[in-house]
């Protein structure tokens, strides 16, 4: 499950923690990247385990409408939600069963946040369309919990404010998570009962070791890195950089240097998305100019054997070299999806 976009962006975090931190010890540096990153796959269970928490109230609620119908002889509510089988499913499986069995805390523990996520689905559109559709199908229950997450659970302020509450590693994991947790319920099959495999939380060791070597060759080449961003900005200062600019640009360097399977452009564009959520507004524009002219060079000089495809030709002739933000001249800062780390002074 953990993929590289979850790695770039956990290893910028705690790259910019290592350099604030006065007992710099890459070693245990590492250890504090490979849990942050196993936290990532914690909040994936969590987030499947909600499906369930929320399934278990409707069926609470249930049993009081059923029992106030008998009591008054009134017709039966429906159990269609209640009996959801792609939720059932969940509910049983085994992985997911063996993951909230070393968890302190649970949904149980949130019963005013789960009853009011019930409430908003119960009197959602998309809920009363299941409710009313004759069609009785396991793909039409896994679909609406589909619906449902992307509706209720992806963007959700109050969930994201109860998440950091539980972990501050998930403050930044949610977006890309949510991905995978829609995924899992696409890919959920009912002749697999409780057996049905949750996503690994590695796909490979190469991925491991992916995470290991970016990290490493980030901090242990640092001076080299910072030295060849001095060159590409040779006609300014480079010591009025935006902090998190350098660090970011940092491991897109020691990526491109280290990865030669990995295109340039990707590593390129990757970061430069990373830059419009932790940076400033023109860092994502800077950080792609600044990129693309230190691997130019580095390919021209024969320090980097990878292909680059020419640069096109602006109108009007030359190509200008971008300028750098200023740390004290930038815009304010973007707001992004998650909390950005903030330097410590």
Known sequence: MINREIIRIKIVQLTYAYYQNGNKNIDTAEKEL????????????????LIVAITREAQRRQEVLQAKALREGSKMPSAKFTSNRFALQ??????LG?????????????????????????QSQ???????????????DREVWRKLYRTFVQENEDLDSLLEEQSLYW??????????????????????????????EWDSDEEKEYARKLFRAAILNDAQYQRF???????????????????IMQIAIAEIMTFPNIPISVSINEYVEIAKLYSTRKSGGYINGMLDAIARNLIQTGRLLKHMEPKKEKAGGKHHQAKPQAEEQQEA??????QRIKKQE
């Open 98 to 122: 063996e993951f909230m069995e070393t968890q302190k805390r649970t949904w149980a523990d949130y019963p005013e946040f789960i009853g009011k996520m019930f409430e908003q689905i119960e």
């Open 333 to 338: 800062p973007q707001k992004p999806k998650r």
């Open 34 to 49: 490979f849990f942050s990153l196993s936290k990532a796959y914690d909040l994936y269970n969590q987030l499947l385990s």
């Open 90 to 95: 969940l509910e049983s499986n085994i992985q």
């Open 229 to 247: 961003m001095s060159e590409a900005s040779r006609n300014w200062d480079f010591s009025r950089l935006a902090y998190m600019d350098v660090i």
């Open 126 to 140: 998309i809920y009363q369309d299941y409710m009313n559709d004759k069609e009785d199908s396991y793909a039409a």
């Open 171 to 200: 403050n930044d994991d949610k977006d890309v998570v949510d991905t995978f947790v829609l995924k899992t319920i696409k890919r959920f099959k009912e002749q697999n009962g409780a057996k049905e495999e949750l996503l690994p």
